[in-house]
């Protein structure tokens, strides 16, 4: 017989509440989605794959969402996946001016939160 915590990783995690949540720019419920010890890692055009913006803290975490979530931009998540270790979606922006931002994301669970996530984005250049 199976123990509660011998259950899947992910099995908690709702992908539609989150996405849902990155679309509305809802940074509180992004947040509630987020494990103690979550890390983040940004690779993009300034923080390269070689020395990528790490987030280790759940204010780092919060200053990174609060400030996307309060950009004038609109975000709308084209694919998403979800299996028992994560899950994954990809997020087109666009900024009031007219510039284009696409992002990937991928996601490991633990616990039914976000242990990790890793975030590789690109943007229309002007």
Same mark, same amino acid.
């Given at each position: 017989?199976?123990? @509660? ?11 539609? /509440?989150? !996405? ?6 809802? #940074?509180? !419920? ?14 993009? /055009?300034?923080? =390269? @794959?070689? #020395? @990528? ?13 609060? $400030? ?14 979800? $299996? $028992? ?6 997020? #087109? ?27 590789? =984005?690109?943007?229309?250049? =002007?």
């Amino acid at each position: 017989m199976s123990s @509660p915590s011998a259950t899947s990783p992910a099995t908690n995690f709702d992908l539609g /509440r989150f !996405t849902r949540a990155v679309e509305e720019r809802d #940074a509180a !419920t992004q947040l509630s989605m987020y494990g103690p010890g979550a890390t983040v890692t940004i690779a993009d /055009r300034i923080s =390269q @794959p070689a #020395a @990528p913006r790490v987030l280790h803290s759940p204010e780092q975490i919060k200053g990174w969402i609060e $400030d996307v979530c309060a950009r004038d931009m609109t975000h709308s998540v084209k694919h998403s996946v979800k $299996d $028992d270790a994560g899950a994954a979606y990809t997020l #087109a922006c666009r900024y009031a001016d007219g510039t284009n931002v696409l992002c990937a994301t991928v996601i490991e669970l633990e616990n039914g939160a976000i242990a990790n996530q890793t975030v590789v =984005q690109v943007w229309d250049e =002007q």
